[in-house]
């Protein structure tokens, strides 16, 4: 039985290298027959090649792995890693569990009501917050987000008063939930200002702190 190996030489023309890839064939025994290997060039392991029978020959054939969109935002902190195919970005996700929140109520405003009840969105749930000791920054590093609209609309509604008079009423509703990163309070900050002092920062822009009067 035949079974085909990718072998590969460099070659280096005007200063510039490149690889040149071909298939070897060799005859072997059923038992240890074995489909055609596959190798990626150095430091490029989204692309793969492979030697492929085509007619009566083996020919080597390129094929590139397309990774998913990756953002580490996404990402848990610290989590980061390759794929075992050694070219996709991957880790786990953070949670969310931010939605929109519906009531079904009646809006009043100066003493007169809506004539009807109406849905009241609002946004509601966690977002993923996370602190962990960066090597890099030889510090603790902070990821704080909050769930708040992302888009929102303008309904009107009519009202109604005791005297009978009507009029209407514009008010915002909520189309869109989403977790916003947000800056994280400093707990130094947190404590200072329990014991009334006001953070300011300096010129070099170092955090100092005030006492209040």
């Not at 070219?87 to 100066?110: A, D, E, G, Q, S």
């Not at 969105?121 to 966690?126: A, E, I, L, P, V």
């Not at 509604?157 to 009029?167: K, L």
Request: glycine residues 6%.
């Amino acid at each position: 039985m035949m079974r085909a190996e990718l072998k590969y030489m460099f070659r280096k023309r005007d200063g510039i290298s490149n690889v040149k890839f071909y298939c070897t064939t060799l005859m072997t025994s059923p038992s240890r027959s074995q489909p055609g290997n596959t190798w990626s060039p150095p430091g490029d392991k989204c692309v793969k090649y492979e030697c492929v029978k085509i007619e009566d020959q083996f020919v080597p054939v390129e094929a590139k792995i397309t990774c998913p969109l990756f953002n580490r935002k996404d990402c848990i902190p610290g989590t980061e890693t390759i794929a075992p195919d050694g070219c996709c970005h991957v880790c786990p996700l953070i949670p969310r569990n931010c939605n929109i929140k519906t009531n079904t109520t009646y809006i009043t405003n100066n003493g007169c009501q809506s004539s009807k009840p109406v849905d009241i969105t609002s946004c509601g749930g966690s977002c993923g917050t996370y602190s962990m000791y960066s090597v890099e920054a030889n510090a603790m590093d902070h990821t704080c987000s909050c769930c708040q609209e992302m888009d929102t609309t303008q309904k009107q509604v009519q009202m109604v008063c005791p005297d009978g008079t009507t009029f209407s009423h514009s008010y915002t509703y909520v189309e869109k939930c989403g977790c916003k990163e947000i800056e994280c309070e400093d707990r130094d900050t947190q404590q200072s200002t329990s014991k009334g002092q006001e953070p300011s920062k300096s010129s070099k822009g170092r955090k100092v702190y005030r006492r209040r009067r």
